[in-house]
């Protein structure tokens, strides 16, 4: 009875030293790691749209296909583009030509004006001829006057210089007159040849503006052609062959899958302890013999309550303390092109962070 007893003890202890260890096992354990369930796997999903609207020529892929960078997925009808592109590249031409067209009248209106300068140049030198002559018929003139009045010239000699006095009068008068003519019109061949040469300019931006329509065009020809903007998977295919697609239409969606990362929501009781760089492991329920390793990246920022569509105001009345989740962005070791294939975006893991 009493070996009994003390068997039953020994048991009894034995069992307790074996609890006591393992729970020591697991506390120890369970401080050196913090885990969460609210996890999955994330990808980049591009939206691929149309920037033109047009009809669809040709569809290239397939649901669900595997696509590279750069290839291409489809083709609208671009005879309407090529057509303004022609469009663009004769107004270009036509711009070039008239601005050689331009240069060559404002060249031409920069001689005249300095053929009418040296015109109205040789009139103000005529001025001064006629000025010289006049002088001298005026001295002549009053000479022969004095002699006429002494009775020591004739009628017909004071007659003479006094006409020859009225025509270097009159000759002055018009060589006046002809170089204000001159004048004005140096002055206006002047102002048409800087008038010429503005016209340069215009004909330059006109050119500009061209090219630039000329570039628009050919960029609105090559969205005529959709590609795949990354390697991955195309979905959500909603286009078919001869369909009117409109600017911002979806065409389908490229789902990244040769990079992945994994976002986990820990309580913001645990993010005290998980920083960047701290080793992950990552269970996926999909595939429980799987066993993916990463590290922490980054903080997505803000809890996730702030990214929903009606964020909770705790200046209510009503409030109730709900512990939050603060979503941590985790990178994935590379991973092979098998793993690639069947690790899908959205698939929900199990994560755990080794603490330092």
């Known amino acids: 009875m009493a070996n009994s007893t003390s068997k039953k003890l020994f048991i009894f202890v034995g069992l307790l030293i074996i609890a006591g260890l393992v729970g020591g096992y697991l506390y120890l354990s369970g401080a050196e790691v913090e885990t969460s369930n609210n996890a999955q796997l994330d990808a980049d999903i591009v939206p691929v749209r149309s920037s033109i609207p047009g009809y669809v020529k040709e569809v290239y892929f397939k649901d669900n296909q595997v696509v590279s960078r750069g290839e291409l997925l489809l083709a609208l009808d671009d005879t309407e583009l090529q057509a303004r592109v022609m469009q663009a590249e004769a107004a270009l031409e036509n711009a070039r030509a008239n601005l050689a067209a331009v240069r060559t009248n404002a060249l031409a209106s920069d001689q005249n004006a300095t053929a009418a300068a040296w015109s109205s140049q040789t009139s103000q030198q005529n001025i001064s001829v006629a000025q010289a002559r006049l002088n001298k018929v005026r001295d002549d003139f009053r000479r022969i006057q004095g002699m006429y009045a002494d009775k020591a010239a004739t009628q017909a000699e004071y007659d003479g210089v006094k006409a020859e006095l009225a025509v270097a009068e009159a000759q002055l008068a018009a060589a006046q007159n002809q170089y204000k003519a001159s004048n004005v019109q140096s002055q206006g061949v002047r102002s048409q040849a800087e008038g010429q040469k503005s016209l340069i300019a215009l004909a330059e931006a006109t050119i500009r503006q061209r ?9 609105q020809l090559g969205y005529a052609v959709i590609s795949a903007p990354c390697d991955g998977i195309v979905s959500k295919r909603s286009i078919e062959a ?3 697609i409109s600017p911002g239409q ?4 490229v789902v990244d899958n040769t990079h992945l990362w994994v976002t986990a929501n820990f309580k913001e009781t645990q993010v005290q302890r998980i920083h960047p760089g701290q080793p992950v492991d990552i ?26 569509l009606l964020p909770p105001d705790n200046a209510t009345g009503n409030f109730v303390k ?22 899908l975006p959205g698939l929900s893991a199990f994560v755990t962070v080794k603490i330092d």
């Open 322 to 343: 709900i512990v939050q989740r603060v979503p941590v962005k985790i990178a994935l070791n590379p991973l092979s092109d098998k793993q690639m294939e069947y690790l």
């Open 242 to 244: 001869g369909q009117y």
């Open 250 to 253: 979806p065409v389908c969606s």
């Open 211 to 219: 090219e630039a329509e000329l570039i628009l065009a050919k960029t």
């Open 283 to 308: 269970k996926i329920d999909a595939y429980p013999d799987l066993l993916l390793h990463g590290s922490i990246d980054s903080y997505i920022g803000a809890t996730g309550a702030r990214f929903s």
